[in-house]
């Protein structure tokens, strides 16, 4: 493709972006590729890459085109952020152009716009501290609240593109093997420094395409992600509840940590998430999981009650904790989408909390960087649920510093992981 097509199949994909907010921004570009399959690979990247830089500095790109005049539409954000990207003015009018596949040209209107952004810097002193950090204003107190002096620089992590991480399947492998099989592909991987399992790529890398993942011997999983399932502590013995399973990815590593023995149920309120789980348990060679999809006056877990030595709680979040990989949702999601995630994640606590049995754990965990969410919905819990209590995790897959706390907090910046929190709750023995 052309420059000026690449340009206008980026402004028409946030259009499409537009037209459903809702919907997450990958979702919406996956749609919009599979739609367009003439685009090769490489332009998909460049369209992709330019969109997302776009919506790491939607905030302030829009500032800037306010503050001379312009719109904050699809096409005036493209503009601006090639501006800030110090693209020529002379380039930049000749890449909207005109013809069949062209955005359109400029009108003067629109040049003047962006002529006057020439020279700038993305950030400015003058912008509200919500526009600067690219954040909704309802949200920044709540950020203040959970960061204090560091936000700025947990902030700026989160702009930055995630690395690609990746959990070997010892089921089948070693970290060693493993990153030399990666290797012969052409895929360099470092050892996480948190996961004992992980290993790390810089950038997009064609990792499922490659053999070490159709064998099984590695799968996509934030280190974050890693070190929530190692807070369980399982072992072979033990029979596990994933309770918001999802497409499994936390229910392979257990799979894993039990080498394979004992028992795990993978549930969840989503066949089409508990069916795409299948695939993956395949791929990795894991055979002691057995799925339930939870269905509204379901009596399955009234039978099951008290009988799980594990229930992880991996419970529907704000997903603040992600924007480095889905930087729309820093948008798409409201104050009354927070208060009525708060309620919903209160009532699965109190769900899964009836099906662990005396002196068994339960880990609450979240992909959020908000203390409501997080410790908040763990002090709740505890008032409602004397008979639990917070415990060191203990597990010896945890490196040191993680291993005597009873709840973690991930951070990009502190940690170089995803946003995530886990918390692990003992059930008391009732007294004799």
């Known amino acids: 493709?052309?420059?000026?097509?690449?340009?206008?199949?980026?402004?028409?994909?946030?259009?499409?972006?537009?037209?459903?907010?809702?919907?997450?921004?990958?979702?919406?570009?996956?749609?919009?590729?599979?739609?367009?399959?003439?685009?090769?690979?490489?332009?998909?990247?460049?369209?992709?890459?330019?969109?997302?830089?776009?919506?790491?500095?939607?905030?302030?790109?829009?500032?800037?085109?306010?503050?001379?005049?312009?719109?904050?539409?699809?096409?005036?954000?493209?503009?601006?952020?090639?501006?800030?990207?110090?693209?020529?003015?002379?380039?930049?009018?000749?890449?909207?152009?005109g013809g069949r596949f062209a955005a359109g040209a400029l009108s003067e209107a629109e040049q003047a716009v962006l002529t006057a952004l020439i020279g700038k810097e993305l950030d400015c002193a003058d912008m509200p501290r919500a526009v600067r950090l690219e954040v909704p204003d309802w949200l920044l107190?709540?950020?203040?609240?959970?960061?204090?002096?560091?936000?700025?620089?947990?902030?700026?992590?989160?702009?930055?593109?995630?690395?690609?991480?990746?959990?070997?399947?010892?089921?089948?492998?070693?970290?060693?093997?493993?990153?030399?099989?990666?290797?012969?592909?052409?895929?360099?991987?470092?050892?996480?420094?948190?996961?004992?399992?992980?290993?790390?790529?810089?950038?997009?890398?064609?990792?499922?395409?490659?053999?070490?993942?159709?064998?099984?011997?590695?799968?996509?999983?934030?280190?974050?992600?890693?070190?929530?399932?190692?807070?369980?502590?399982?072992?072979?013995?033990?029979?596990?509840?994933?309770?918001?399973?999802?497409?499994?990815?936390?229910?392979?590593?257990?799979?894993?940590?039990?080498?394979?023995?004992?028992?795990?149920?993978?549930?969840?309120?989503?066949?089409?998430?508990?069916?795409?789980?299948?695939?993956?348990?395949?791929?990795?060679?894991?055979?002691?999981?057995?799925?339930?999809?939870?269905?509204?006056?379901?009596?399955w877990a009234k039978r099951r009650a008290a009988s799980f030595d594990r229930v992880l709680v991996d419970a529907p979040c704000s997903g603040t904790g992600t924007w480095r990989r889905n930087p729309d949702a820093r948008f798409r999601t409201t104050q009354v989408d927070l208060d009525e995630l708060l309620v919903k994640q209160a009532a699965i606590m109190d769900r899964a909390a009836a099906l662990v049995k005396p002196g068994g754990r339960m880990i609450y965990a979240t992909c959020s960087l908000l203390r409501a969410e997080n410790a908040g919905q763990v002090e709740q819990f505890i008032a409602r649920h004397p008979d639990f209590r917070l415990v060191p995790s203990g597990s010896p897959a945890l490196p040191d510093a993680l291993r005597e706390m009873s709840m973690i907090s991930l951070t990009p910046a502190r940690d170089e992981t995803d946003g995530f929190f886990a918390a692990v709750l003992e059930r008391q023995a009732p007294e004799a």
């Open 1 to 97: 493709m052309t420059p000026t097509a690449r340009l206008a199949a980026s402004i028409d994909l946030l259009v499409a972006m537009e037209a459903a907010p809702r919907k997450p921004a990958d979702a919406v570009a996956n749609s919009f590729f599979r739609e367009r399959r003439y685009i090769g690979g490489g332009d998909r990247r460049a369209i992709s890459g330019l969109v997302w830089d776009i919506m790491r500095n939607w905030r302030r790109l829009g500032w800037w085109l306010e503050q001379n005049g312009g719109i904050a539409n699809p096409r005036m954000l493209a503009g601006a952020q090639l501006v800030f990207d110090r693209t020529p003015m002379e380039k930049l009018v000749s890449i909207y152009g």
């Open 141 to 299: 107190p709540k950020l203040e609240e959970t960061f204090g002096d560091s936000l700025e620089s947990e902030i700026k992590a989160m702009a930055d593109p995630a690395s690609l991480d990746l959990r070997i399947n010892m089921l089948r492998t070693t970290r060693s093997e493993a990153m030399h099989a990666l290797a012969r592909e052409g895929l360099h991987a470092e050892e996480t420094k948190l996961s004992p399992w992980g290993l790390r790529l810089e950038g997009r890398q064609p990792v499922t395409a490659s053999k070490p993942f159709r064998d099984g011997l590695v799968e996509i999983q934030d280190e974050g992600s890693q070190l929530v399932a190692a807070m369980a502590g399982v072992d072979p013995s033990m029979r596990v509840l994933d309770y918001c399973a999802g497409a499994g990815g936390k229910t392979l590593a257990l799979a894993m940590m039990m080498e394979n023995k004992g028992h795990i149920v993978a549930c969840d309120v989503s066949v089409v998430r508990l069916e795409g789980a299948v695939k993956r348990l395949r791929r990795a060679g894991v055979h002691n999981v057995e799925r339930h999809l939870l269905t509204e006056g379901d009596k």
